[in-house]
């Protein structure tokens, strides 16, 4: 999956780079990138507007993949396990959430960045009251051994 | 000012070969040169229109133009706003009228460009700063370089149909790609696909449009009927017959739930029934199998030469008019009731009954849809080689030979109209238990009129297909030089021209002559097979109700001048006589026939005016009252008018 980018894709997550270091997001921070089209980000629990507090002090690690396609195709995006708990993140890090996907279905678009992208994925936490797995977790899990979250469409 | 994101970047990617939609034919289904392909209802008005996809385009074309006028906004607005609105301009007129803005937001036909900008915009894809002339906005204030739309319109094109509701990469942002957008960035082949995902769903959104659902078929249909949602038969310019409403097979006069619900007990039980009715039947004399690999239900057995029908296997003298019969291979009669049964011995029956009641119907549908399948073959036989050989033995140019086809393709056509009719008597006649007598009594009295319409409708269509099928293999086999007529259709087991008029291999001129009556029958016959399938078709649609009410009231004259006259009246004979024995005369008809019939080889050798469309139909036509009367008869028994005074032919 992670074959090199091309120039154009280089370029745009070069300048994203210098715009993630200048302006991080909130609860976020970029703890790998040394290979550009890999990085790993940390990203703390939100304190969360409702009750219960689910994740407030815990820390969880999201990969994120650039395909050479980038940023016409969505970046893979998955949490390192453990994976928070939550009805749209299964326990191997894969996540249910549109903008991650194209296609259909799909609700990314080129003009979306890693930083917008990991603004949603706080704001989901943010938004949970619901500390389950999704359904058909384990089934799930077992059939994408080692796959990408992209072959379930 | 730059070529790209103002309002003459959309003239100048209009340009070209592209080609404006600059095309002055009406949105309006207007009229064209077909639609009535069907074999039967040559006469009626046209009730679609099939499409190739370039009148499909240029249908396209003249929908956006008419509204491009109506509304004055671009192309690429009234292509997005017409998309939208699923083709229908009416509701688009009737909004846009409302409150234009509200149409533009829903759509997506934004007006936001800046009209002063800077030199230089960064490109919210790629991050890199280019001149605006080389950028491009959806009419937005959201500007990215000619790349990274070029990227984001081909993947949009790549993943489908949902390229036509493209909007502005920017997530928050409403704006329609438009097409003059799409058309400036894609290259050819995306190009290509974009226009055919257009056209696609111009057919698929509108209700009134229809793929033609062959395989291969990039033929499009215009239904023209006001009357959406109900069965419609359409004839693609491929060959395909369908039903407009379900897309099966088409179906006239049966409605599509009939169809469906037909199809559905066939695939349960045809199963069970496939054995009994296996490819072979042994001759009903003397047993020996016999293969039917024709269409035409009149057998005869290549081994002991006895003649019978394929479907009672009953002899085919007691099937034809000619030899004192009577058609009616198409009623299913109940099995003699006995008196003292017990109650276990009564459901055993009934059950037999209602299985036997099924396969009656099912056996007539299946062979009626064999029938028309081998006709179709063999239309394709003809046109292939046939044509050729017959044309150099007939000394006729193949223009001229085109009655045989048409022959061929009305038997194509009445087969499945039949077939169709056997499907709706199941259900249509279905015993209820638990209705009143008089609802009884109704029933009895349409099925009795139905099954006499069918009876008639069938016969010809038997005798129109024994012709085109077995008359005509003689001409197929005869040598251009006389004393060598083959010896009946070679290869089936069943064989042997049977009819009438036998060509004798006695000289040029009387192969010539035999010629002759051959096409002057063929033709007859093919019109008034027409005559009666319409006929079926029309009052089974009308309802079997009002059709006997009709003849209830005294006829009129027949509305004179038509060049038909005499085949409609035909028709219109036997519709009569089908009222009169729905009254109750039930007997009447078939046994007026048997006398006419049988008089009639007595007298008919001496009438010299006797047609060739007479000789084979058995009858008369009075002009003046359409009463069909026997060949010997000099005046018209009803209106007593003589032969002669009611017009020679």
């Not at chain 1, 749209?88 to 960045?113: M, R």
């Not at chain 1, 930083?115 to 936490?125: C, D, E, F, I, P």
């Not at chain 2, 012709?467 to 083959?486: C, I, M, N, T, Y």
């Not at chain 2, 042997?496 to 009387?510: E, H, K, T, V, Y």
Request: proline share 5%.
């Amino acid at each position: 999956m992670s074959r090199t980018p091309t120039a154009v894709a280089q370029r745009r997550i070069q300048s994203e780079l210098r715009d993630w270091l200048q302006h991080p997001p909130d609860g976020c921070r970029l703890v790998q990138y040394d290979d550009l089209h890999t990085w790993i980000i940390e990203l703390q629990g939100p304190e969360s507007p409702c009750q219960p507090q689910l994740y407030t002090g815990e820390t969880f690690r999201l990969r994120i993949l650039f395909s050479e396609r980038y940023p016409l195709e969505p970046p893979e995006v998955t949490f390192v396990p453990p994976s928070p708990v939550h009805p749209h993140i299964y326990s191997n890090g894969h996540i249910c959430l549109d903008i991650l996907y194209d296609g259909h279905n799909g609700g990314w678009s080129p003009a979306l960045t890693i930083n917008k992208v990991a603004l949603s994925l706080r704001s989901m936490l943010a938004s949970n009251t619901d500390p389950r797995r999704p359904p058909g977790d384990a089934d799930y899990c077992a059939r994408m051994r080692g796959r990408s979250p992209k072959e379930t469409r | 000012m730059s070529d790209y994101g103002d309002s003459d970047y959309e003239e100048m990617s209009m340009g070209g070969d592209e080609g404006g939609y600059s095309d002055d034919e009406g949105f309006a289904y207007s009229d064209q040169e077909e639609g009535v392909a069907s074999p039967v209802a040559k006469s009626s008005k046209k009730t679609f229109i099939v499409l190739d996809s370039e009148e499909l385009r240029e249908r396209l074309k003249a929908a956006v133009v008419q509204v491009v006028d109506l509304l004055c906004i671009s192309d690429a607005e009234a292509t997005r706003a017409l998309r939208f609105y699923k083709w229908d301009l009416t509701k688009l007129q009737e909004d846009w009228f409302t409150d234009p803005d509200a149409v533009r937001q829903k759509v997506g036909l934004l007006d936001e460009q800046p009209s002063t900008r800077r030199k230089e915009e960064t490109c919210k894809i790629c991050f890199e700063s280019y001149p605006v002339a080389d950028m491009a906005s959806a009419r937005c204030k959201h500007y990215y370089c000619k790349d990274c739309w070029s990227g984001y319109v081909q993947t949009a094109i790549d993943s489908g149909p949902s390229c036509l509701d493209l909007r502005c990469p920017d997530p928050e942002c409403k704006a329609a790609v438009p097409r003059t957008v799409i058309m400036a960035v894609a290259d050819a082949a995306h190009k290509k696909r974009y226009e055919e995902f257009a056209v696609r769903s111009f057919v698929d959104d509108q209700r009134q449009l229809s793929w033609c659902p062959a395989p291969d078929c990039q033929h499009a249909v215009v239904s023209l009927s006001d009357r959406l949602g109900v069965a419609q038969d359409i004839f693609c310019r491929c060959g395909n017959a369908f039903c407009f409403n379900c897309k099966e097979e088409a179906h006239r006069p049966v409605d599509c739930e009939t169809v469906r619900k037909w199809m559905i007990k066939n695939s349960a039980e045809s199963e069970n029934l496939n054995w009994i009715l296996a490819n072979t039947k042994p001759c009903p004399k003397c047993t020996r199998p016999i293969e039917k690999n024709q269409g035409c239900m009149h057998m005869t057995c290549s081994q002991c030469r006895h003649e019978f029908c394929w479907l009672c296997q009953g002899p085919w003298a007691e099937h034809g008019e000619r030899t004192g019969g009577f058609y009616n291979c198409n009623r299913f009669k109940k099995a003699v009731e006995k008196g003292e049964v017990d109650e276990q011995e009564q459901k055993r029956q009934h059950a037999r009954q209602s299985l036997e009641r099924y396969m009656h119907y099912w056996q007539r549908w299946a062979e009626n849809d064999s029938s028309r399948k081998k006709a179709l073959q063999q239309v394709d036989k003809f046109r292939g080689e046939q044509q050729e050989v017959l044309s150099e033995r007939t000394a006729t140019p193949t223009s001229q030979l085109k009655f045989i086809v048409d022959a061929w393709m009305q038997v194509v056509h009445c087969r499945r109209i039949l077939k169709w009719t056997y499907a709706t008597a199941y259900y249509t006649f279905e015993e209820t238990s638990g209705a009143t007598k008089e609802y009884r009594e109704r029933m009895a009295q349409h099925q009795e009129f139905f099954e006499f319409n069918q009876g008639q409708a069938e016969h010809y269509l038997e005798k129109l297909h024994h012709k085109v099928e077995k008359d005509l293999s003689r001409f197929l086999k005869a040598k251009p030089q006389p004393g060598a007529e083959g010896d009946g259709a070679g290869g089936s087991g069943e064989a042997g021209p049977s009819g009438s008029g036998d060509a004798g291999p006695s000289g040029s001129r009387d192969q010539q002559a035999a010629w002759n009556t051959f096409r002057e029958q063929l033709i007859g016959l093919t019109d008034v097979t027409r005559i009666h399938f319409e006929k079926l078709v029309n009052e089974f649609e009308k309802g079997l109700d009002e059709a006997l009410k009709e003849y209830d009231a005294p006829m009129e004259d027949e509305d004179p001048g038509a060049s038909a006259a005499a085949e409609a009246a035909a028709a219109a004979e036997a519709a009569a006589a089908a009222a009169a024995a729905a009254k109750g005369k039930a007997a009447a008809a078939p046994s007026r026939r048997v006398t006419r019939s049988s008089k009639r080889r007595q007298s008919s050798q001496d009438d010299p005016e006797t047609t060739a469309l007479e000789e084979e139909t058995g009858f008369w036509q009075c002009r003046h009252c359409t009463y069909a009367n026997d060949l010997g008869d000099k005046v018209c028994s009803v209106c007593e008018q003589p032969r002669d005074a009611t017009g020679g032919r």
